[in-house]
């Protein structure tokens, strides 16, 4: 059951609204007036919300424990809000890459401000509190350039607009989207990555095909689409609307061009006939974009989506 004894982590620990109003006000300045800042902050405590829920919840904590089965018991796989150094406060997470248990990483999912290039020692001393998964890396969310951090890895960006202000920029000629009808061009998508995966050996680990499941749930909400170039099927471009960074959202599942149509700067476009397609000009366009796919990046900021931040690694000792 749920516990409401004290836990490790759990000292002083705010609540949902507090934490989005922490979360909020670590965002990219660009993005405050994209989406009711009310309506916001609400989805944003909804998201806390769990991040509470894995604090708090013993029960919650050994489900987890039995699924990844990764040695330590239930108690260790809480949540953890601990100091960091100063005035600063994150909320911990012990996470998995791809669910694999050989992969551990601490999270940081808020902070009680910014975070500083000062505060990465003790955010990575604070990261201890999982020391029983012998963690290699901590990941932390900044809406500062890359150029701020450019000494260490990058996860993924987030590259974002008003769907509205994406519709104006100009297409190329006989490049256009027809909605998705069924799932039958899956093993050409699937052709096209391993095409790029054979010629860019990195890209595997910075981009995948969504699966054949994913792309189903993308048809269902008519917001897949056909690429077509010179006559012919030439890709997929495709969202779901979602909240991300608490924005109301359409969020980018594939964009993807099949080997005869790469190399023409389609690729900016494909935002734009995206943003063309979609029915609410108030929503937000976003997408997460891996910070050395330096292709992805440029493309969506040629179609005008703006870089409002992304996830860094720091190594642990």
């Not at 505060?119 to 029983?132: E, F, N, S």
Request: glycine fraction near 8%; charge should be negative.
């Amino acid at each position: 059951m749920t516990t409401t004894d004290p836990l490790p982590g759990t000292a002083d620990l705010p609540g949902a609204t507090e934490l989005a109003a922490f979360t909020l006000a670590a965002q990219h300045p660009a993005t405050h007036g994209w989406t009711d800042p009310a309506a916001r902050l609400g989805t944003l405590a909804d998201e806390h919300g769990f991040d509470l829920q894995l604090a708090t919840d013993l029960d919650l904590a050994a489900q987890r424990a039995g699924f990844l089965n990764a040695g330590p018991a239930a108690p260790a796989y809480l949540n953890r809000w601990v100091p960091a150094g100063g005035d600063l406060h994150a909320m911990l997470s012990i996470r998995f890459e791809g669910l694999d248990v050989t992969k551990p990483f601490v999270d940081v999912s808020v902070t009680s401000r910014p975070v500083t290039r000062a505060d990465l020692p003790a955010l990575a001393a604070a990261a201890r509190v999982y020391a029983a998964f012998h963690p290699p890396r901590l990941r932390f969310w900044s809406a500062a350039p890359m150029t701020d951090w450019a000494d260490l890895n990058p996860d993924r960006r987030v590259l974002a607009a008003p769907v509205g202000d994406l519709r104006g920029h100009p297409v190329p000629d006989g490049l256009t989207l027809t909605p998705t009808p069924d799932t039958g061009r899956y093993a050409d998508a699937q052709a096209a990555y391993d095409a790029v995966d054979a010629a860019h050996p990195h890209h595997p680990q910075e981009a995948r095909l969504l699966s054949a499941d994913d792309l189903q749930e993308c048809i269902d909400a008519s917001t897949m689409f056909d690429v077509h170039w010179r006559g012919g099927w030439a890709g997929y471009a495709g969202t779901l609307a979602y909240p991300q960074l608490g924005l109301d959202a359409q969020v980018v599942q594939e964009l993807l061009l099949a080997p005869h149509a790469r190399g023409h700067g389609l690729g900016a476009a494909l935002s734009t006939l995206l943003a063309r397609h979609l029915p609410d000009p108030a929503q937000v366009l976003s997408g997460t974009v891996h910070g050395r796919n330096q292709g992805a990046r440029e493309a969506a900021r040629r179609a005008g989506r703006q870089d409002v931040g992304g996830w860094w690694w720091i190594p642990l000792p």
